[in-house]
T-cell receptor
Framework: DAGVIQSPRHEVTEMGQEVTLRCKPI?????LFWYRQTMMRGLELLIYFNNNVPIDDSGMPEDRFSAKMPNASFSTLKIQPSEPRDSAVYFCASSSTGRGGTDTQYFGPGTRLTVL | AQSVTQLDSQVPVFEEAPVELRCNYS??????LFWYVQYPNQGLQLLLKYLSGSTLVKGINGFEAEFNKSQTSFHLRKPSVHISDTAEYFCAVSYSGGSYIPTFGRGTSLIVHP
């Protein structure tokens, strides 16, 4: 398996523009997570899905952020409009159900977002 | 709510020296504990995890960790580090009676000097 795939790897955009980050989880995994990593706040869980259904989006910072998972092999995280404080590395991770709480999360390489 | 504390934000060490990265978690009846490593410009990957059984867990790249229930700790150790171990290390905990979603610590930056 190719692992978790994220695109783009780098994104530079101007304030006010819409940004869409993409993720393809590992085939067969039924959990998908979106994280944001910054020096100031560390690794933050934004939202996670189980079987394509959003379970907890309490980490989404504000209404400018939205995430979708239209099918088991694809998810997007959208920021509209983007702001400089959204600059961060965004990670997607996936895992399989197994025994609850015991599963390893597999992370993608991340998307480094810079908002000017 | 579950929480994880990594006591050191940065640990500098010389090559071939031993190292310990500390992790404490908030107490609960049954926990699962993880250490992940993040090399520069990469995503996190699993080093090792404790689910049950022996409290000493061995992982990849010569790392090991010991689960100490009485001290609610899960410290990571390596007897002799290499330059290539320079990375960010994250401790994570999940609870069998909770949402099953792990909580990550803030991370510890291990810097190995030649």
């Amino acid at each position: 398996d190719a692992g978790v795939i994220q695109s783009p790897r780098h994104e530079v955009t101007e304030m006010g523009q819409e940004v869409t980050l993409r993720c393809k989880p590992i085939s067969g995994h039924d959990y998908l997570f979106w994280y944001r990593q910054t020096m100031m706040r560390g690794l933050e869980l934004l939202i996670y899905f189980n079987n394509n259904v959003p379970i907890d989006d309490s980490g989404m910072p504000e209404d400018r952020f939205s995430a979708k998972m239209p099918n088991a092999s694809f998810s997007t995280l959208k920021i509209q409009p983007s702001e400089p404080r959204d600059s961060a590395v965004y990670f997607c991770a996936s895992s399989s159900t197994g025994r609850g709480g015991t599963d390893t999360q597999y992370f993608g390489p991340g998307t480094r977002l810079t908002v000017l | 709510a579950q929480s994880v504390t990594q006591l050191d934000s940065q640990v500098p060490v010389f090559e071939e020296a031993p190292v310990e990265l500390r992790c404490n978690y908030s107490s609960s009846v049954s926990v699962y504990l993880f250490w992940y490593v993040q090399y520069p410009n990469q995503g996190l990957q699993l080093l090792l995890k404790y689910l049950s059984g022996s409290t000493l867990v061995k992982g990849i790249n010569g790392f090991e960790a010991e689960f100490n229930k009485s001290q609610t700790s899960f410290h990571l150790r390596k007897p002799s580090v290499h330059i290539s171990d320079t990375a960010e290390y994250f401790c994570a905990v999940s609870y069998s009676g909770g949402s099953y979603i792990p909580t990550f610590g803030r991370g510890t930056s291990l810097i190995v000097h030649p």
